[in-house]
Nanobody, 125 residues
Framework: QVQLVESGGGLVQAGDSLRLSCAAS????????MGWFRQAPGKEREFVAA????????YYADSVKGRFTSTRDNARSTVYLQMNSLKPEDTAVYYC??????????????????WGQGTQVTVSS
């Protein structure tokens, strides 16, 4: 069983930065493909970023490309989402997700079978 716990959300102003963390437990973190998703009120959950378990590959949604960076620290079993130049439209609950044993990148939420509880990010204008 894989457990994911997000932290780092909060209320910030437009243009500010936040760093989200997702701590994983349960299995060897290096075997996880990780993803970040977000869900705004009244909207469907959408892909934000993904990082592969092999090769350090990353992929971002167009809406966050150039502003958000996903990194992973295998020694700490943690993945981070550095969010810069935040905009009001980034307001959402952010979730990390994991799938074990896959070597590529996954942008579809159906590809993940472990999810964290989410952390709220609110960006005021």
């Amino acid at each position: 069983q894989v457990q994911l716990v997000e932290s780092g959300g909060g209320l910030v102003q437009a243009g500010d930065s936040l760093r989200l963390s997702c701590a994983a437990s349960g299995r060897a973190f290096s075997s996880y493909t990780m993803g970040w998703f977000r869900q705004a009120p009244g909207k469907e959950r959408e892909f934000v970023a993904a990082s592969s378990r092999i090769g350090g590959r990353r992929y971002y949604a167009d809406s966050v490309k150039g502003r958000f960076t996903s990194t992973r620290d295998n020694a700490r079993s943690t993945v981070y989402l550095q969010m810069n130049s935040l905009k009001p439209e980034d307001t959402a609950v952010y979730y990390c997700a994991a799938v074990v044993g896959y070597e590529g990148l996954i942008t579809n939420l159906k590809g993940y079978n472990y999810w964290g509880q989410g952390t709220q990010v609110t960006v005021s204008s």
